[in-house]
């Protein structure tokens, strides 16, 4: 039998009031199987409450979403709990950005161009 | 394409989910469908045509192939019993400011048409170049990119085919030989159409002024011949028909 090192978890504060908000998933419900589907099939962006990003983290990483930084849904309902919030995030599966992505600093920064359009370095 | 913001300035959008009678990739707008042989509730809009538009796609990932995301790109729909059913999110605001990369031709990503001044204007009103087409751009906009003008723009007034573009409001200093400008067929508040490249992400800007599906142009973001863009709002959508 292999030695096992087990070391007690230190409990803070924020750690015992974040696990009584956002208990773990039981070991008796499968592990996100909606979501799965949503992200790996259907939809190239998903809608998630912040407890509902906290509870499929794990899906978040390993398919490679991430919040979009401006866009959010209004009135809209969590794909994970089904419940309806007044603001909610849109992750965006990130491989999909780039060509119609754009944020507001990048466009912050072309208006500051516009006072002057011409890119740097063009040379006509 | 993307929408950027709405009207009230916001970025807070309604986002819905609809059945699909047609493949779409994320970007593109859609409208509603009209066929009832349509599979679906949303299929493509054409080059010129938004006409009962829906909204810009957020997000689609290929149907068929479970570990996809972001490598098609696209989404379509099944007549398969037992496959997924085809869906996608869409933004739908009907005031949703949507963003397109202006493209030099049909096809996307083709670079503005570079217009070289031939003749000298003292008075700073006449831009003369074989090159600015035959499609008028009358209503349109012009703005210098190389010269003792650069960074100003102004609204085209006289467009002459193949011969030059004349601006009632002058430049601010004379425009020499060689200056050079950039022209699109996009004024915000005047331009009621614009018209999608073939893949249906940028506008088209060689086209004349007034061409294409109904939209408004909100803003011009003017800056070199890959990297400007114009901002618009559905005129004709589905929550808020033209006709």
């Known amino acids: ?37 949503l992200m ?11 407890p509902c990003i906290w509870k499929y983290g794990d899906w978040i990483k390993r398919l ?3 919040k979009h930084p401006d866009i959010r849904s209004k009135g809209g309902r969590c794909d994970g709990c089904k419940q309806s919030y007044d603001l909610l995030p849109v992750l965006i599966a990130e491989e999909k950005r780039g060509r119609a992505e754009v944020t507001r600093a990048a466009m912050d920064a072309e208006h500051r161009r516009r006072l002057c359009p011409v890119p740097e370095g063009f040379t006509g | 394409m993307q929408a950027v913001k709405r009207l009230d300035g916001s970025s807070d959008y309604h986002i819905l989910d609809y059945k699909l009678s047609a493949t779409v990739v994320e970007g593109q707008p859609v409208i509603a469908s009209a066929t009832g042989a ?28 479970p570990r ?7 989404l379509t729909y099944s007549a398969t019993q037992g496959d997924t059913e085809g869906m996608v999110r869409v933004i739908v605001n009907p005031d949703a400011i949507i963003r397109a990369l202006m493209s030099g031709g049909a096809a996307a990503g083709t670079a503005l048409v570079l217009l070289s001044n031939t003749a000298a204007s003292a008075g700073g009103t006449l831009i003369t170049d074989a090159d600015v087409g035959t499609a008028s751009m009358d209503d349109g906009i012009v703005w210098c990119i190389s010269g003792a003008n650069v960074g100003q723009s102004r609204k085209i007034t006289t467009f002459t085919s193949a011969t030059s573009i004349t601006v009632t409001v002058p430049f ?7 200056d050079e400008f950039l022209q699109a067929p996009y004024l915000p508040l005047t331009t009621r159409a614009i018209q999608l490249t073939t893949n249906l992400l940028e506008a088209n800007a060689i086209i004349a002024v007034g061409t294409g599906g109904n ?29």
């Open chain 2, 68 to 74: 996809s995301v972001g490598l098609a790109g696209s």
């Open chain 1, 1 to 37: 039998m292999g030695l096992t090192i087990i070391v007690p978890r230190a409990w803070r504060t924020i750690d015992k009031v974040k696990s009584q908000l956002f208990p773990r998933r039981k070991a008796t419900i499968p592990p996100a199987a909606w979501i799965g589907e």
């Open chain 2, 215 to 243: 939209a408004t142009v909100v803003e011009v973001i003017l800056n070199g011949r890959s990297d400007s863009y114009v901002h618009f709002i559905a005129r004709d959508h589905i929550f808020n028909e033209l006709s």
């Open chain 1, 64 to 66: 490679g979403y991430a």
């Open chain 1, 40 to 50: 790996e099939r259907r939809m190239g962006a998903v809608i998630l409450c912040q």
């Open chain 2, 172 to 178: 601010r200093r004379a425009i020499a030989v060689s």
């Open chain 2, 38 to 65: 349509d599979g679906g509730e949303i299929t493509d809009a054409t080059t010129t045509s938004l006409l009962d538009m829906l909204g810009i796609v957020l997000g689609a990932s290929g149907l068929a192939s």
